[in-house]
T-cell receptor
Framework: GAGVSQSPSNKVTEKGKDVELRCDPI?????LYWYRQRLGQGLEFLIYFQGNSAPDKSGLPSDRFSAERTGESVSTLTIQRTQQEDSAVYLC???????????????FGNGTRLTVT | DAKTTQPPSMDCAEGRAANLPCNHS???????VYWYRQIHSQGPQYIIHGLKNNETNEMASLIITEDRKSSTLILPHATLRDTAVYYC???????????FGGGTRLMVKP
């Protein structure tokens, strides 16, 4: 697969349950990003990884949200005790991630549509 | 980070060139101009980016003014499949994680 892969593509969960969203970046991309997009709205930045490190977690909406990345590859975004306002499409992107140069496009997956009932 | 301003919507006739403007008057010297588009229910798709010079690839051309305060994305022969929201983004500072604004909703009509 040449692109960013996200799973599941759709997730319906009950309020209060925990969910895990997975992202497989493009091979060789060291930077990985998570965004959230509510219905009809723009993209909201959540967190990024350079390698396995997340230098800035201030974009996460609450302490119910966490993310990790291992092996400079797969990343998991976890939402604990989901709330209805968490319903959104969660998008993952990756890039070559050379932060000293910004000449490195982000490539997005098609997202996970999360619905909290 | 430099902000961008785009018209909220535009129409274009199929087969004609679509010219999408973007203002980024506060852009700084090391910031790139990126263009993405998002078709309903898909993730944003990278189109093109540039720093100072005009750029062209298989999808589009990017014209950046000499003072770099504005740019235009050109789709030379728009098709119905080009109907999407187009985002102009300035990207160039560590920690700027490609902030997306409202974009321009391009409607290509037969």
């Amino acid at each position: 697969g040449a692109g960013v892969s996200q799973s599941p593509s759709n997730k319906v969960t009950e309020k209060g349950k925990d969910v895990e969203l997975r992202c497989d970046p493009i091979s060789g991309h060291t930077a990985l990003y998570w965004y959230r997009q509510r219905l009809g709205q723009g993209l909201e930045f959540l967190i990024y990884f350079q390698g396995n490190s997340a230098p800035d977690k201030s974009g996460l909406p609450s302490d119910r949200f966490s993310a990790e990345r291992t092996g400079e590859s797969v990343s998991t975004l976890t939402i604990q005790r989901t709330q209805q306002e968490d319903s959104a499409v969660y998008l993952c992107a990756s890039s070559l991630g050379v932060f000293s140069s910004y000449n490195s496009p982000l490539h997005f997956g098609n997202g996970t549509r999360l619905t909290v009932t | 980070d430099a902000k961008t301003t785009q018209p909220p919507s535009m129409d274009c006739a199929e087969g004609r060139a679509a010219n999408l403007p973007c203002n980024h008057s506060t852009i700084s010297g090391n910031e790139y101009v990126y263009w993405y588009r998002q078709i309903h229910s898909q993730g944003p798709q990278y189109i093109i980016h540039g720093l100072k010079n005009n750029e062209t690839n298989e999808m589009a051309s990017l014209i950046i003014t000499e003072d770099r305060k504005s740019s235009t994305l050109i789709l030379p022969h728009a098709t119905l499949r080009d109907t999407a929201v187009y985002y102009c983004i300035v990207f160039g500072r560590a920690g700027n994680m490609l902030t997306f604004g409202g974009g321009t909703r391009l409607m290509v009509k037969p």
